[in-house]
């Protein structure tokens, strides 16, 4: 299992971002998919997740209405779409596959 992050990087507050997740060496298809982060001193926490077939996507308030989590099995890639950015969602991106599936993270970093 290889999970590899990307799109991360410093941006304006109010500005965008979209975050990719590369996944192989599984089935992309079987799995739902789920993006984490965690900022500097604070515990790993989850931003959004999204089922096998992308019908059904969950968020945390913090990022809800902003947000927006996708996938492309065709791709084998989980999206994560980040509008009206803020300071406070500066952290490091992770993507996860259940069971216990981390890629190695990507950076955000929101600050004018």
């Known amino acids: 299992v290889q999970l590899v992050e990307s799109g991360g990087a410093l941006v304006q507050p109010g500005g965008s971002l979209r975050l990719s997740c590369a996944a192989s060496g599984f089935t992309f298809s079987s799995y739902a998919m789920s993006w984490y982060r965690q900022a500097p001193g604070k515990e790993r926490e989850l931003v959004a997740e999204?089922?096998?077939?992308?019908?059904?996507?969950n968020y945390a308030d913090s990022v809800k209405a902003r947000f927006t989590i996708s996938r492309d099995n065709a791709k084998n890639t989980v999206y994560l779409q980040m509008n009206s950015l803020k300071s406070e969602d500066t952290a490091v991106y992770y993507c996860y596959r259940p069971v216990g599936y981390w890629g190695q993270g990507t950076q955000v970093t929101v600050s004018s």
């Open positions: 999204i089922s096998r077939f992308g019908g059904g996507t």
